[in-house]
């Protein structure tokens, strides 16, 4: 393999210099001339009728300068996977905080007076919030009446789109996989462990609140800047909504202050501001509270997780069934995702024989759930790793063999009848449990004071079937401007960007110029989603790449006398092969304006698509239905107070196999980002709802963890056990969401190490800890 000196090497962050200096601009910092100010009105009814909306005083309130409600909303239905929502409510309310109106104002208090004017009269409907009893097939409350009738996308060739069953009206989604026969499995097992595990709805915790400011232009068009990272997604969402021809929509996403799965789907939010600007004719801007981020953002999906394994008595599992309760909220938009890509989890690890997996999305009349990195990775290892321990300890063996001895291996199908390559999970797991002295005893301790050490493992796919497009252009000084709409969110992809074209054209990083994400500028991109950004729109980038080259040698072949095949590219010189000195600078290519010699400018375009398969939704086979894994295991040591419940993270290890690592530093940041999402979903993180209505939307009731609740950094290891992809760019695969996977499940082990406790239901608070040693 040629030996590389851009990639795999932990350069600077393209970006970070302004960062740190604060020149970075967010679109919450954008002001435009006449900019109006938007707040939304939203319901305090979990389940209502709307028998009248009057908004005269409002709109006479002197500075405001638009309202808007779903009478003033175009005819249809929105959403992208299932079309089953208002951008206002116009006949039903299914939530509290569900947007009923907007207004548009001089300033946010003004806005918000006039919010507060406005009159509804509602009837008041029964309501559901338990997705077990929205889940039967005679449910006390149906949700959505017409759900049959709603339409939305399909990832080309997996044949997901809307499945409706007549027999359960809650259900938005079912997710089936069966490989094998289980009841046969399980009929010739020496041992059988059924458990139930549940998981809570999660707020991303972002910084910087959801955004927009949407300004209407002279041509009927929009141009749009928001804290979203997808540019085309939304952009032809508003395009159907709006009838607005695409070509007049430009959506520009600037920075933002952090992600992790919470800006995916911000269209709702961009229709709402778009049909303010364009009532009152001026750039209008919204901006959401803190606690309508909790209400309206789309939060991680609770879920209820029942597990049942078969095994033989040297621990080999045979046979394994699993039925995942996903409570989708009152829009299903975002639970049908959930529902398939929750399940991935689950197939990417271990080899069972037998398997049965039923995944439910189900309507209740909580608020919608949304994109949280990891699509569930975190409740689905708890479940599994947490069996695992068990059952090694009803057979009496190690944690670390049971394990071992089930993993898949490179060649093997999983049980969803794909063949598994690039499989590092086995390095993963040996390395994390070396690091923490697995096999060492912690001896007697004194005090109330007890420590446990645990293990975890875990995947997370990255989606196929859809497309990432690049394009590269040489300029005449020999920089590298590269365009892709892959947003940088945090996780540093234009570094990444960067280091992959300076690979390509041999020379440095700071070569590269790249291009931020703007629908008018940079081309198409499905979305920074399901840790693809790295590896698909990657490989799109390297393809430019390859096709700027083979233009660039051939305007040079006429110079040199050479033919393009026989030319190499290095430090801005475009040399013949294995004549090093025998070359010519790219700039002598190029006219004193900026053309080549030979006409117009060079550029190359890449075009990537991951080919994937007809899935059988009956089944969930199919030869190739995902575009890969990523692999990781935490080990952690803990210590628990047996006479207060405290959990305290002592040290952690993390080993994760991302293939070839692009840039080792920032991949060892996103472990790290790993250990503070694992520790605050482990220990602290819940969403607290009571009849519907959350009761902690801030950060001072949503506990997260401090600084001193995570272990000293000299106790955090993290490290790369790479096996290269041999689809992805240089090697390397999808990964940031990988180590959001395993730690909680290796705290909750470590938890019963230390303590002989089991919890089922996660946090792992101070009260539930305390509660479970009492009941010991």
């Avoid at 959403?79 to 309310?93: H, I, K, Q, S, W």
Wanted: glycine letters at 10%; hydrophobic letters at 40%; one cysteine or more.
């Amino acid at each position: 393999m040629t030996e590389l000196s851009v990639v795999g090497k932990s350069i600077p962050r393209i970006d970070g210099r302004e960062k740190v200096t604060g020149e970075t601009r967010f679109s919450a910092d954008l002001q435009l001339p006449g900019m109006l100010h938007g707040k939304l009105l939203r319901s305090s009814h979990p389940h209502a009728r709307i028998v009248a909306i009057d908004t005269s005083r409002a709109e006479q309130l002197p500075g405001v300068k638009a309202v808007v409600t779903g009478r003033d909303a175009p005819p249809g239905k929105f959403g992208f996977y299932n079309r089953g929502r208002d951008v206002f409510a116009r006949e039903t309310v299914r939530y509290i905080g569900e947007p009923l109106a907007a207004i548009a104002a001089e300033s946010t208090d003004l806005a918000e007076e006039a919010a507060a004017l406005i009159k509804i009269r509602f009837e008041e409907l029964p309501a559901v919030f338990d997705p077990e009893e929205a889940l039967k097939p005679n449910p006390t409350v149906i949700v959505h009446s017409d759900l049959s009738e709603y339409g939305g996308h399909s990832v080309p060739g997996a044949g997901w789109g809307v499945l409706f069953d007549p027999e359960l009206p809650n259900v938005y989604f079912h997710r089936k996989i069966r490989h094998g026969d289980t009841a046969r499995g399980f009929a010739g097992v020496d041992l059988t462990l059924e458990n139930r595990f549940a998981a809570p709805r999660m707020h991303h915790g972002v910084l910087e609140p959801h955004n927009c400011v949407v300004r209407p232009e002279a041509d009927g068009g929009l141009t749009i800047w928001a804290t979203t990272t997808r540019l085309y997604v939304p952009r032809a969402e508003l395009s159907s909504l709006l009838k607005i021809p695409i070509s007049k929509i430009r959506v520009i996403a600037p920075l933002i202050g952090g992600s992790f799965g919470a800006r995916n789907h911000q269209e709702l939010l961009l229709a709402q501001a778009a049909m303010l600007a364009i009532k009152s004719g001026r750039p209008v801007k919204v901006t959401l509270s803190r606690e309508e981020c909790f209400l309206d953002n789309m939060t991680r999906e609770p879920t209820v997780i029942y597990i049942k394994d078969g095994v033989k008595k040297d621990g080999t599992l045979v046979a394994r069934e699993m039925k995942i309760i996903i409570n989708g909220g009152a829009h299903g938009s975002s639970a049908l995702p959930c529902t398939r890509n929750m399940p991935f989890t689950a197939t990417g690890v271990y080899r069972v024989p037998h398997f049965s997996l039923d995944a439910y999305g189900v309507a209740t009349n909580e608020p919608p759930i949304g994109s949280f990195a990891g699509f569930g990775n975190m409740q689905v290892s708890y479940a599994i790793e947490s069996q695992m321990d068990m059952l090694a300890e009803r057979l009496g063996l190690d944690q670390l063999e049971i394990r071992r001895k089930n993993l898949l291996r490179e060649g093997e199908e999983d049980v969803c009848g794909q063949t598994i390559h690039s499989i590092g999970i086995r390095e993963c797991l040996d390395r994390a449990a070396e690091a923490v002295e697995w096999e060492k005893p912690i001896g007697l301790e004194r005090g109330p004071w007890r420590r446990g050490k645990g293990i975890g493992l875990g995947c997370k796919h990255s989606a196929g079937g859809v497309t990432s497009v690049a394009s590269v252009k040489v300029h005449e000084d020999a920089t590298i401007e590269v365009r892709h709409s892959a947003h940088d969110q945090g996780q540093g992809v234009n570094t990444v960007m960067a280091q992959l074209a300076a690979e390509a054209f041999k020379t440095s990083a700071d070569k590269v110029k790249v291009v931020h994400t703007d629908s008018a500028v940079t081309p198409y991109e499905f979305g920074t989603v399901s840790s693809r950004s790295t590896h698909q729109t990657g490989v799109a980038l390297l393809k430019a790449c390859a096709d700027a080259r083979r233009k660039l040698f051939a305007h040079a072949s006429a110079r040199l006398g050479i033919p393009a095949d026989g030319l190499d590219i290095g430090d801005g010189r475009v040399f013949v092969k294995g004549v090093p000195e025998r070359a010519i600078r790219v700039s002598e290519l190029f006219t004193p304006l900026g053309y080549l010699t030979s006409g117009g400018e060079l550029v190359g375009w890449g075009v990537h698509t991951v080919v994937i398969s007809q899935e059988d939704m009956q089944t969930g086979q199919g030869k190739r239905i995902i575009d890969g894994y990523g692999y990781g295991a935490n080990a952690v040591e803990v210590a628990v107070n047996v006479e207060t419940g405290e959990v305290k993270v002592l040290q952690v290890a993390g080993y994760f196999d991302m293939g070839q690592a692009i840039n080792p530093k920032m991949c060892e940041s996103q472990m790290e980002m790993g250990v503070g999402f694992g520790i605050g979903c482990a220990l602290f993180e819940e969403i607290v709802i009571e009849d519907g209505k959350i009761v902690n939307p801030d950060f001072v009731d949503y506990k997260v963890p401090s600084a001193e609740d995570l272990p000293l950094m000299s106790k955090v290891k993290s490290g790369i056990a790479a096996a290269p992809d041999r689809d992805g760019p240089f090697g390397a695969k999808g990964f940031g969401e990988v180590p959001l996977a395993p730690l909680a499940a290796a705290i909750g082990n470590a938890l019963h190490n230390a303590a002989g406790i089991r919890l089922m239901d996660i946090p792992l608070t101070r009260e539930k800890v305390l509660k479970a040693l009492k009941g010991r």
